[in-house]
């Protein structure tokens, strides 16, 4: 997420003093096409300030990308990078990228499912202008789509189908200008508690019955499987820290007018909702992991919130970025006290958390398990390894955050899936530390753990308890303090984590991280912005300025990398794991280099492998995932209408990469200052669904379709060939995307 929504963990594109590409490209994109036109050579291009015809024209690459060692290849040509030059050659404006997406030749895509259509009985359909109650939105689909998977319903013979299942998506963030018709005026007047509640009734998690007939698929909108999970859902807590004090918050009664405390304090085993659900995970037992990320931006207040380091709360407060401010655009607090961080101090402790919700039970309980720690969650990757251990990989994203790994204390059971219903409640969650030498350790975040203080976590006073079991209960809701005190690696921003599937001969347990930027990578440290997250666990949210190490080797870095790494001994239970970058981002063509201080191997070009080189660059990678065939997915959130440092690289992607060559290739690009996230499958590999989140970011109420009027403007109607899609605002979507052949994806 980015945008009028920006939340603090989100990089800002630094102002470099040295011109840049963009620079040199604003001077010449007015006669660009004139340019391409009068077919200037590669040479004379270049000298207008080192461009290439390539990087003009888009070329792309022909020869499909072979098999290797458990990767079936890629027969796609890539698409050209969704540029403002682009958008100019097709009689756009220069300041923006063409407003719709485009898949390679071969392929269809149609919109799915938008924001604001119904889902569920009694869902109405979008009106197009937004004036949807807080009660009707609570029937549609949610706003700002993100992390989904696509769970099969089971044929007769008890095989799961390809045309008929439940698409679980998350629904990250709110823009309260599109949300509403008039936007959100708080000195005006105009927020309202319905507005709050139509906001919260936006937010967590949709279901969505999709079916597919006469090969048109389409929202089944009565269906019972529909379901929406908001930030007032029942959610029960489990695990480790359920019951413990600080879970315990203040009592309310929510209703429609208001959140009415009850005078008494909850017990500690029970929340309501779930919020900044951004990417996701799936358990092999077939539930759906909805993962709280930026939860601090929705809690604001109009008192200071305490973040001295001498209180427990306060030194909370500070190390997850709770602030009097939040993100600024929510404001749920005027309304609805329990967001209001001074009034109800450890509602924030309620947030943070992975949670467990069973798609194909459309009345079960959404469950926080909090054995897998507190922090702003991206996803969390299952692998199960030979011999049935199961582990979740999870990145915490904000700068400087670490990437954890949980451990399941009881074996994976295949063949019943009840015995493997809490199997989240007990486990060894580690965190990660990548040292220079390619080799990687996973530290244990339990009572015994000696920090690099020499203290073992039970003496540390953050984690103080009376017994072992409130020692454990306080390292999950601390877990950054934990991660502090046991020396973990500070990383560029870790998102989401993928793990290659152990098919075609390939049997290790290896996982890949995005890492998607980090503008105080580099920079020198300061007071306020010290070299390291003090081990204390008292450095304020992405406040430090680390500097660059092996695994995150970029100062400033702005396009991002992708970390790998394999367990040692091919097992989930490994504590020594080896590791490598897979690729850095970047720009093939940039001119702009690091600071004249900089010694290291990196740079803005970045690595990545594509023929003719450039042709499949892209940057801030943040979405990916291996679909089952062997091959890996990468989606990009970076600024999204092609300007500054992305002038070349153009709007947003999802490009597919061969994980043992590293070649690449462009898949998709997408609509003006959008964000590509979420993608998921049917079990056979010939449909395919990708989020788009927030087309047109950044517009005001006044002109809801300043900057994108997608996916109205490419489509006129949804994938089932008939619902008209309203025209009035963009609206954040998933596509379903299949192969004219009826192939599989990719292939
Ligand atoms: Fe919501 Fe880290 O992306
Ligand atoms: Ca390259
Ligand atoms: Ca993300
Ligand atoms: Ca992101």
Redesign the pocket.
Known sequence: ?KGASHPTNDVTLSQSSVPSIRDVIDAVEASRRQFIKTGLSATALASAGGLTLGGLVNTVQAAPTPATLGFPGIGFESVPANTRALNVSQGGSATSTVDRITVPAGYTAQVFVSWGDAIMPGGTAFTGTASETAAQQAKQFGMHN?GMHFFPFAGTNGAPLSDRGVLAVNNEYTHEDILFTDGQNIAGGNYTIDKTRKSQNAHGVSLVEARRVNGKWSVVKSSPYGRRITANTPCRISGPAAGHALMKAKAYTITDTGSVATGGTTNGLTANGTINN??HGITPWGTYLACE?NFNGNFSSDSAVPTSTATEVGKLNRRYGISSAGFGVYNWHKNDERFDPVKNPNEPHLFGWVVEIDPYNPRSVPVKRTAMGRFKH?SAQFVVDSQNNVAFYMGD?ERNEYIYKFVCAGKFNPTNKAANRDLLDSGTLYVARFDANLSGQWLALEPDTIGVNGQALRDNPNFAGANDAEVKAKILIKTRMAADAVGATMMDRP??TGARPRIGGFDEVEVYCTL?NNNRRGNAPTASAPAANAADGSTAAASANPPVDAANPRADNDFGHIIRWRETGKTVTATSFGWDIFAQAGDSITTKTLGSTYTGTANYQGNIVDAPNGSADYGAP??LWFDPFGRLWVQT?QVGDGSGDFINIGGNMMVCADPNTGETRRFMTAPNKCEV?GVTMTPDGKTMWVGIQHPGEDALSGNPIQFSNWPQNQWAVEADGVTALPAGRPRSSVVVITKDDGGIIGS
Do not use: H
């Open positions: 997420m993100d951004c990417a990320e991206e994203d998102e989401w998607t943040d979405g959130d996230t």
